[in-house]
Each structure stands twice: as structure tokens, then as C-alpha cells.
């Protein structure tokens, strides 16, 4: 399959009749991608402003390519090595290129399928991109074989935020709790800010401890420009799915992630506003969000991840075990939808036969067909 530059990156390229997209041979990060909607294409996924810019040569591909969504295993820093091994930030399957498999096409289904031979730990990771007619979905699937241990792992979507304050409203599926990252996430010193209060504790996105005294609104965003935060929230172990949303009401569309909270137990929110100010970002990197579905213990990587932290001490798991002979397999979606006036934020999300059906606070309704069962097709 032939390949050509996407904004700096040699990348396939692959379609449906409602969903082009296109995905980087090095890190496998999936972007740009366009949705065509009734009343027009949306196109939600961040691209790192110095995509096409000549960067330094030390830096992680991981940061050369950085853009919509990729797969990180293990998720995360990685500056702690872990029983010999030293994986780069989010892993070899976000740095190394990918091996073109096959692009299966027919009238309903296009199928893009990649594979990685890992080094760092040996195995095999394989990447399922799959597009259905009529659809304005994303099917990811990810098979991790070959491998044994503990692995944290996940996806990490970033959504590009129309510049005006409050442009998005975000909301998730039931949580246990959530957490401002423990530790010290930016470093004035080193050029990075941030305004939440650290290792604060919160059962609601809307009020959340700030370090000032007061609290942050994480569910409206863009906010807090010149900061840079991190959260991580734990969803409920649903019978079903958990989900993460973001609406655009002046946009008129809604983006929305599904998972199995099996595999991926939480979400990270990595809130990047101008509060970088040192290479490659130089403090323009603007209203952009993170929506990381992970089971992992913050950013921080494996070994933080696998052994003992605050997070597993109460019970929940911040990483998977791998066995050499039964294969991991995660599935994740993500889907955009058209809403109509009034539609404010995500309050449910409920399936249906071959649909979901979102529903606002403010009471509207709008239903999305996609298939519900993939999530747990070859799934524990």
C-alpha cells in the first residue's frame, strides 16, 4: 500500500463514505481524520503545531509524530526502568514504525491492519483500524501476543479545541473517584505550569481542588490558559461500557469514546494550554485535551504502574497481567454525531440494537449506529 506525507509524516491513508483517515507509519498516531456529518466535516483531532517543522533529532518520535490517537504499551514517562527493561515514553508501539499487513475493502467494512515487533519486551503487537459504510466510527484494535509480565497500557486520543473559552463540555460515565496527579506534574524552574492542586482528591469533574485555594471547572474547556494539568479519573467496573464525551454546541457535533472498563479502567485528562514553555513546545501548544483511556497509574509508566502505588492500594488495577500463550486483546471506539440545538452536555449513554442513544442534560437526544459488541469480541 502506498504511502504519502500527512503535515509531516509519512502516513497511510484509508477511507469509508463518511470517515477518511489517515495514520503515521512511525508511532502509528492516527490523524488527521475527518468526519463528513449532515451539516458538514468536523475534524476533531489535535496535530502538534511543529508537525512539519524540523525538530530536534534527540527528541522521542513519539514527539516528532505526536497527533490524534495512538496506543501506548506500556503508557506513560517510562524513566524508571522495570525488571531490565527501558521502554520509551509510551512505548515502542507509540516510537517504532509500523509493518503494513493488508487494507481489506469491501461494500461495508475497510479494514486497516498493522503489526510491530517489540524489543524492549519481545512480542507482538497488532493494529486493527476498522471503518464501517454509513458509520462515523472508529473501531481500534489492538492484539498484544507473545509477551508475559505486568503492562500498563492504553490509548491516547487528543482533541483540538475550538479557541473560544468553554467551547467543549466534557463529561464521562459513572466514576469511583478522581485524583489531581500526586506529584509535580510541571516545573517553573524548567519553563512548565500548572494550576491544579496536586494529588487533590474529587468525586465530580466541575470541582476540582485548584492549587490557589479555589477550584477548577474541568467539564468546560478551553479554561486556564498557560497551564498545564493532569488527572485521572476511575470509572465503575459498568456491566457494559464506559464512555467519555465531549460536546461542541456551537459546532453542533458531539465526540465520544467507548471502552471495555475491564481493560482500560480509567480515563487520564492531560489539559495542555500554553503551559509548556520550553522545545518543541515553546508555549504554543493551545486548547488542546487529552481523553486517555488507561489502566495505568497516572503518566508516570511501568514501573510506577506495576508495583504498589496509592491507586492499586484501594483495590484498583493501574496494570494488566500478560501471558505468552493468551493473546491481550483491546478494543476501544471512538465516534462523532451530529446534535441539535440545545444539546449541552453528555449525561448518558445507552445502547441499543446496532445503535447508542446519547442523551443531554438538558434532555435531547441523539442516536448513533455502531456496533456495541465489538468492545468485547476476543475480549477476558
Known sequence: MKTTIRQGQRSWSFASNQVEAAITCLGGHLAPIRFHLPHGMVEPFSIAPWAEEKVDAKLPALLKAVRGDFFCAPFGGNETPYQGENHP???????????????????????????????????????????????????????????????????????????????????TSSIQFGQVFPGVFEEPAKGGYSSLKAGAVFSRLDQVPAADGGTAD????????????????????????????????????????????????????????????????????????GLEEVTSYFHTGLAESARPNSINRRGFPTALVLQPKKPLVVNYLMAVAAIPRGFDRVKTVTPGVGEVALISHSKKRVTVPLDTGFLYENSP
Not at 144 to 158: Q, V, W
Not at 229 to 255: C, G, K, N, Q, S
Not at 273 to 284: K, L, Q
Request: with cysteine; charged share 25%.
Open 218 to 289: 474541568l467539564s468546560r474547556y478551553p479554561a486556564r490558559e498557560g497551564f498545564e494539568d493532569l488527572v485521572m479519573v476511575i470509572h465503575e467496573a459498568r456491566p457494559d461500557f464506559a464512555w467519555t464525551a465531549v460536546t461542541f454546541p456551537e459546532e453542533r457535533y458531539v465526540w465520544f469514546a467507548l471502552k471495555d472498563p475491564r481493560v482500560l479502567r480509567s480515563t487520564v485528562l492531560w489539559i495542555s494550554n500554553r503551559g509548556r514553555h520550553y522545545a518543541p513546545w515553546n508555549g504554543r501548544h493551545a486548547n488542546v485535551m
Open 89 to 171: 515514553p509510551h512505548g515502542e508501539s507509540a516510537n517504532l514504525p509500523w509493518k503494513f499487513e493488508s487494507l481489506q475493502e469491501n461494500k461495508e467494512v475497510t479494514e486497516l491492519h498493522l503489526s510491530l515487533q517489540t524489543k524492549k519486551r519481545a512480542g507482538q503487537i497488532d493494529k486493527r483500524i476498522r471503518l464501517r459504510q454509513g458509520e462515523t466510527v472508529i473501531y481500534c484494535r489492538h492484539q498484544i501476543s507473545g509477551m508475559s509480565g505486568r503492562m500498563n497500557l492504553g490509548h491516547h486520543a487528543m482533541l483540538k479545541f475550538p479557541a473560544h473559552p468553554g467551547s467543549g463540555r466534557i463529561s
